[in-house]
C-alpha cells in the first residue's frame, strides 16, 4: 500500500487554506449583511453601517446565538411523527 504521509510544509499550508477560508467566510458574511441593511433598514430611517460594523454585528450575533448540536435523523423522525 502506498499511503501519502503529511509532511509538516503540508499540513501547514492545510492550516493556511482553513484560515483563508474561515476569514473569507466572515468577510462574505459581513458583506451580506452590509447589502440587507442597506436594502430594507435605511429606508426605515435607521443610518447605514459600513462592511466593518456587519462583520461585527455578524459575530456578535453568532456568539449569542451559540452552538447547537445538530439531530440525527431517528431523532427528527420521531419529532415529526408526533
Same mark, same amino acid.
Given at each position: 500500500?502506498?499511503?501519502?504521509?503529511?509532511?509538516?510544509?503540508?499540513?501547514? +499550508? !492545510?492550516?493556511?487554506?482553513?484560515?483563508?477560508?474561515?476569514? $473569507?467566510?466572515? *468577510? =462574505?458574511?459581513?458583506?451580506?449583511?452590509?447589502?440587507?441593511?442597506?436594502?430594507?433598514?435605511?429606508?426605515? +430611517? !435607521?443610518?447605514?453601517?459600513?462592511?466593518?460594523?456587519?462583520? $461585527?454585528?455578524? *459575530? =456578535?450575533?453568532?456568539?449569542?446565538?451559540?452552538?447547537?448540536?445538530?439531530?440525527?435523523?431517528?431523532?427528527?423522525?420521531?419529532?415529526?411523527?408526533?
Amino acid at each position: 500500500m502506498n499511503t501519502k504521509n503529511f509532511s509538516g510544509m503540508s499540513c501547514f +499550508g !492545510l492550516g493556511i487554506y482553513f484560515i483563508i477560508l474561515i476569514v $473569507g467566510g466572515i *468577510l =462574505m458574511g459581513g458583506w451580506v449583511i452590509s447589502i440587507l441593511w442597506n436594502w430594507f433598514i435605511v429606508p426605515l +430611517g !435607521l443610518p447605514a453601517i459600513s462592511l466593518a460594523h456587519s462583520i $461585527g454585528l455578524s *459575530l =456578535m450575533v453568532n456568539v449569542f446565538k451559540g452552538y447547537t448540536e445538530s439531530k440525527t435523523n431517528e431523532e427528527e423522525m420521531g419529532t415529526l411523527l408526533i
